[in-house]
């Protein structure tokens, strides 16, 4: 053979060398070095900023610290126990949830097919539903973002709020959910096992909180706080007022069927939802274990002889900001304690009885 065809010869090895590893590398997802051996999580407590962190990381230890690439740079780290008890803390907000709840899932450092998702963090509440310290499973959760809006000075005679979802004709009507994202159903089973194992908690309560409560001439708004079941409602516009919370009962309601009922507002659940869903369908989660826990912070409209206004703008001297941090615990804390203990029960779906 002469030494050009050797050098032919040798020339198509390589390429054909070089094609076949190419292909294989196609066909071959990209792992990241540390995701041969994934940290398995039994529980996964999801919180939005600090406080609601720290009510959680007050009871749990000794802990360690992972940090993950692309989490908020204010909590850039997840928290984990040695009984596999994670906290991670997202950023508040729609944006800030989705960002850091993707990032974590998508890290590789944690196994999470078998993992239950906690979200735990405060919120306003409907005075007709709960109270300040109120804490709150829900089975619903709704987006309340996804609307069209008119503004209130300038709604059409007759109508009973400026939203309307978008694409219909009337705030009466049902929107096509064309975002996919407008409402998700909880684990039924879940849930109930998480009330039953929390309602007869003793939940903690303030001096400031029982003053304010007691402006409201009606139950449950002037009564002590205790763990309830009713729907949440997300939206990164804070709102205040009888007007405004009414359309959260409505729409609620609308989106629902019927079957939800209004209870709490905050910024982030559909987002979080949202990215465990999607690595659901990937194979990295299942949704059908995840809880939400959210507790009454504030009341989103005032009671008799309060503004609108000073309702919002003075929401922190209504008292209930440090019993609903610490009615978070108190009340997910039984749910956690019984996956873990009996984790041989739990790894492979939520028990029957």
């Known amino acids: 053979m002469s030494t050009k065809s050797i050098l032919q010869f040798v020339l198509r090895c390589g390429l054909l060398a070089l094609f076949a590893w190419r292909a294989q590398a196609a066909e071959t997802p990209a792992h990241p070095p540390h995701a041969a051996h994934p940290r398995a999580v039994k529980v996964l407590v999801i919180t939005m900023f600090g406080p609601e962190g720290k009510a959680w990381l007050d009871h749990l230890g000794p802990l360690q610290s992972i940090k993950v690439p692309g989490l908020s740079p204010d909590y850039p780290a997840v928290q984990c126990t040695r009984d596999d008890v994670c906290v991670l803390t997202t950023g508040m907000g729609h944006t800030n949830a989705a960002a850091s709840v993707s990032a974590l899932v998508y890290s590789g450092k944690f196994d999470l097919r078998k993992t239950y998702f906690l979200v735990s963090g405060i919120a306003g509440i409907d005075p007709a539903q709960g109270t300040l310290g109120s804490a709150a ?9 996804i609307q069209w809006e008119l503004d209130a000075r300038e709604i059409p005679a007759g109508w009973k709020s400026g939203y309307l979802g978008i694409n219909t004709r009337s705030g009466d009507q049902k929107p096509p959910l064309d975002y996919r994202t407008e409402v998700f159903p909880l684990n039924e089973a879940l849930v109930q096992k998480a009330y039953a194992l929390s309602r007869d908690v003793k939940l903690t309560d303030s001096p400031e909180a029982a003053a304010y ?35 959260a009962r409505d729409w609620t309601r609308l989106l629902t069927d019927g079957k939800g009922v209004y209870c709490t507002t ?7 939802f949202e990215v465990l869903k999607r690595a659901e369908a990937a194979g990295l989660t299942d949704t059908s274990r995840v809880a939400v826990l959210r507790s009454g912070s504030d009341f989103d409209r005032p009671p008799p002889g309060v503004t609108d206004v000073d309702n919002l703008l003075d929401y922190q001297s209504q008292g209930g900001f440090l019993p609903a941090l610490a009615n978070l615990y108190l009340t ?22």
């Open 137 to 145: 499973w829900a089975r619903y959760l709704v987006d309340f973002g």
């Open 266 to 272: 905050q910024q982030e659940d559909n987002a979080t």
């Open 213 to 247: 409560r007691a402006k409201y001439p009606q139950a449950p708004a002037n009564q002590y706080p205790t763990v309830i079941q009713c729907d949440t409602l997300a939206g990164d516009t804070w709102f205040s007022g009888t007007a405004l919370g009414q359309r």
């Open 332 to 353: 997910g804390s039984p749910l956690v304690t019984e996956i873990v203990s009996h984790w041989p029960q739990w790894k492979n779906g939520v028990p029957a009885q």
